[in-house]
């Protein structure tokens, strides 16, 4: 499978129609790092003309899972790969476009390593923050994802 921005917003259209419906498109894919946008609007904000936190979640564990999803298959290993935690921060009203990044440091690598070796399960934390388009950062999020070696 080809990891293009093309290719990953069909698979979001028919694997995560609610991701799609809101708004949430992949805008680049390179080695290590995933970009994610969404733009504010009618469908996807609060009563407060921002953009509702759910849709951020969604954007935001996109790109941490995409980015995952790229590093078990390169690895030609059937690992299966699950959130079991999430953490949130919102430090200011997110309206306009917003981009989530995700960059992998080598421990998503170090993880699919240890898990191959060992046969156990890992876990790790990956995050991906909300920027807006003056540069500014209106929302954190980290992801617990654990992963483990198909049988």
């Not at 949430?24 to 003309?49: A, G, H, L, Y």
């Not at 306009?96 to 990044?101: A, H, K, N, Q, S």
């Not at 995700?102 to 690598?109: P, V």
Request: proline share 1%.
């Amino acid at each position: 499978m080809k990891f293009t921005a093309a290719i990953l917003n069909r698979f979001v259209f028919f694997k995560i129609p609610s991701a799609y419906l809101s708004g949430v498109r992949v805008d680049s894919v390179s080695e290590d790092k995933i970009t994610v946008r969404v733009r504010s609007q009618w469908i996807n904000q609060n009563p407060f003309k921002s953009m509702y936190w759910a849709t951020q979640g969604m954007a935001s564990e996109l790109a941490t899972g995409v980015l995952m999803m790229r590093k078990i298959y390169s690895s030609k290993k059937k690992i299966s790969m699950l959130v079991v935690g999430q953490k949130g921060e919102f430090l200011k009203k997110a309206t306009g476009v917003i981009y989530f990044d995700c960059l992998d440091d080598g421990q998503i690598q170090k993880a699919i390593d240890t898990a191959v070796q060992t046969g156990e399960g890992q876990q790790l934390v990956l995050q991906s923050n909300g920027v807006d388009e003056q540069g500014d950062i209106v929302s954190k999020f980290e992801y617990e994802w654990g992963i483990k070696l198909k049988q």
